[in-house]
Nanobody
Framework: QVQLVQSGGGLVQAGGSLRLSCAASGLTFSAYAMGWFRQAPGKEREFAAAITQSGGRAFYDDSVKGRFTISRDNAKSTVHLEIISLKPEDTAVYYC?????????????????WGQGTQVTVSS
């Protein structure tokens, strides 16, 4: 059974930072690219960041470039999202997800597995 278990998140003041983590089990982790998506109230789930299977390349939405850093540790089957300079508009539920080789990393519909989601709330 595949599981993506997220940790981190919470209430942070604007300008602050936090780290989200996602631990995978039940799959060959290194065979999957990993992504982070977020969903604000009343909005669709949107792409934030992704990283290739090896961790050699990372991709970011323009809205988070320079503030979000995605990383992975294949030995520990974990993926992380470091966020700095948080803004109130970053408030959302954040999800990690796994996509098999060849999938469109920007499209949430191509991801096979999802974490449970974690709330990030940024106060102004």
């Amino acid at each position: 059974q595949v599981q993506l278990v997220q940790s981190g998140g919470g209430l942070v003041q604007a300008g602050g930072s936090l780290r989200l983590s996602c631990a995978a089990s039940g799959l060959t982790f290194s065979a999957y690219a990993m992504g982070w998506f977020r969903q604000a109230p009343g909005k669709e789930r949107e792409f934030a960041a992704a990283i290739t299977q090896s961790g050699g390349r990372a991709f970011y939405d323009d809205s988070v470039k320079g503030r979000f850093t995605i990383s992975r540790d294949n030995a520990k089957s974990t993926v992380h999202l470091e966020i700095i300079s948080l803004k109130p508009e970053d408030t959302a539920v954040y999800y990690c997800a796994a996509v098999a080789a060849g999938g469109n990393i920007y499209n949430p519909r191509t991801y096979a597995y999802w974490g449970q989601g974690t709330q990030v709330t940024v106060s102004s």
